[in-house]
């Protein structure tokens, strides 16, 4: 049975796209561009079901147009509108060129390879020119770049982002 937390978000169905089956879709993550991927999965009822994919194109650098095997038609395909599309976490390790959009990483721990665990990403701030990391912590909150530079490892399976911070950093 797959669980939640074995899955990996990269897009959602939109709505039916013509009487055929097939589903205009969005996606968060480039993964399309490097693999062609077999299967996506999608809960229904509370249940995490896989669905061959039969095809799918892309129609912008954000949208593209899917069937699955056994969706034939319209009446088929409406009750995927508005779903999340995941994939297995573990197709994200055989692709480390992919991008993966930033607010996946909420609720992942953030560890320094020196200094261990600095504390849970609790959001995304992009309203400056640096995106950063907020790290709640007792009374305050601690604001750390997102750096490819000091990103060293992302542990999809554990939710752990492990990054090599230059000194002094933490201290400010």
Same mark, same amino acid.
Request: glycine letters at 8%; charged letters at 25%; aromatic letters at 12%.
């Given at each position: 049975m797959i669980k939640k937390n074995q899955l990996f978000p990269i897009g959602q169905i939109n709505k039916p796209h013509g009487i055929q089956g097939e589903m205009l879709f969005g996606f968060t993550t480039?993964? +399309?561009?490097v693999e062609e991927l077999p299967f996506f999965i999608f809960e229904l009822d509370g249940i995490f079901v896989p669905f061959v994919v039969a095809e799918y194109r892309l129609k912008s650098a954000s949208t593209g147009i899917?069937?699955?095997d056994g969706v034939n038609s319209d009446e088929d395909a409406r009750p +995927?509108?508005?779903l999340q599309i995941y994939i297995l976490k573990e197709k994200?390790?055989?692709?480390?060129?992919?991008?993966?959009?930033?607010?996946?990483?909420?609720?992942f721990q953030l560890k320094d390879i020196e200094k261990g665990l600095i504390g849970v990403v609790s959001e995304i701030d992009r309203t400056t020119e640096n995106t950063l990391f907020v790290i709640q912590q007792e009374e305050d909150e601690l604001l750390i770049p997102v750096s490819e530079e000091y990103i060293r490892e992302i542990d999809h399976d554990n939710n752990i982002i492990l990054v090599e911070l230059p000194g002094g950093l933490l201290d400010l």
């Open positions: 480039d993964i +399309f561009e899917l069937l699955l +995927f509108s508005g994200l390790d055989l692709l480390p060129e992919v991008e993966v959009d930033l607010d996946y990483l909420v609720g």
